[in-house]
């Protein structure tokens, strides 16, 4: 329903989207945007006679602004906080944002930050118009008005929502044919995953998203691949998903007896003893690539096994380390309480039996709600944690931020409270540079002090498999996920 300055493409690269044409200064402090032209707001009783007008760089001020704006509260406000000019006394400057004219704008930093484009192709910054919010107030969420290549019909939460074509939508395909091709689209939002998956099966679905765990026999061998009965009968899309899936250790105190699991030796051994290929095969037939080469998963660009000594599976090692540590095949280790979710259990019944078997190690389960799990965590409650970290944006310095030292929870992303000062100094230093050999040396140096200090376990790298109908055409995903409809068609 919405387009911003930039998009991410399939393969997460930024691409202009209404931004026409965009300088940088050679500081890299000030962007500098002309937007395109004839770009019209959805129809809406938000604007006089219903009719959506030209989007203009006001528009652009006004929701960037918005983001900031303490009285709207806006989830995405960490966007721009900590990168937009700020005055002497660090209150936000008044022109972080300026329209220079009718269609071109500048935005001006307080530091250098060579993922602001890839922020600019988030969610969160893209346009909308102060009519619509001035108009329906808190209810603004139910009568989104973009520029998008559809706008929303209908919308029962938790249940359906039904967007129909924008038949003023600005793009067009490469024989000129205007955008999009489908005149509507529904989504059902189902949580009996199982359901779901037979109404695909009986055809009342034409594409689904998230597989069930339960069902991933049907769709994959054990070795990751696809079933050919279900290939023949369906169209099938498993592609990597920039998650990293690990288990995390709190790093606040220094007594190691009373917690063996600040001894550096014994989060190795741990780690050592995970039979990664083992755990893919048997809890998620196949799906995700080992997590072996560090902690920046394998779809991110700057991504390189070579660079980075990760933990392979060698019980003899691990063994080693732990008798190093003083508990030689287990004997004086406590027994330790891993905290998870309700949905993950499984897995983490999976990593008990390993770390018993191979290391006479005990530890005990405890499963929570979700929401209570990650309030546990983020408060520091939860001394050993199962843990997932999705990007917000394709770039490793979002992997990297949450080792930080600055960004602690629970205000920040860092759950293991891990400070180094070798990597706040690598962290700094990468954010400082345009030169993207630089960076990614900086990146993949980080990279091997967290395969080293060990503050998070890494497990897998997540895939993502995507079902459609054959006749479903042109429907696009990227490794974010993002489903792509523009071009989306249904053959005759």
Known sequence: MYNGLFN???DLHVHPELAEAYDISEDGLTYTFKIKEGVYLHDDQAFENGRGREVIAEDFVYTYKRLLDSRVKAKGAWV???????????????DWIVALDKYRIKITLSRRFPAFLQILAMPFTKVIPKEAEQKYGLDFRKHPVGTGPFMLKYWREKERLILIKNPRYWKRDIKNRPLPYI??????????????????EKGFLDFLTNIPIAQLPRVLNKNGSTRLDFKSKYGIEKKPY???EYIGFLLEGTDQKTNPLLNLKVRKALSYAINREYLLSTIRNGLGTPGKHGYIPDAISSYDAKYIDGYTYNIKKAQKLLQGAGYPLGRGFPEITLNTYNTDKALC???????????GIKVKVVANQFATHKDKVD???????RGSWRADYPDAENFLAMFYSKNEAPAGPNKTRFKDATFDKLFVESQETDNTFTRYGNYHAM??????KVPVIVLYYDEVVNLRQKNITGLKTNTMNTLILEKADIKK
Do not use: H, Y
């Open 183 to 200: 005149d509507a689209v529904e989504a059902l939002f189902n949580e009996d995953k199982a359901k779901a998956f037979l109404d695909f």
């Open 379 to 385: 408060q520091g409650k939860a001394r050993f944690f």
């Open 80 to 94: 721009f906080a900590d990168k937009v000019k700020r005055g002497p006394n660090g209150a936000l400057a008044n």
């Open 349 to 359: 019944t999976f990593l008990q039996k390993q770390w018993s078997q191979n290391l």
């Open 8 to 10: 991410f493409s399939e």
């Open 447 to 452: 990279d091997q002090l967290i395969i080293d």
């Open 242 to 244: 920039i998650l990293t």
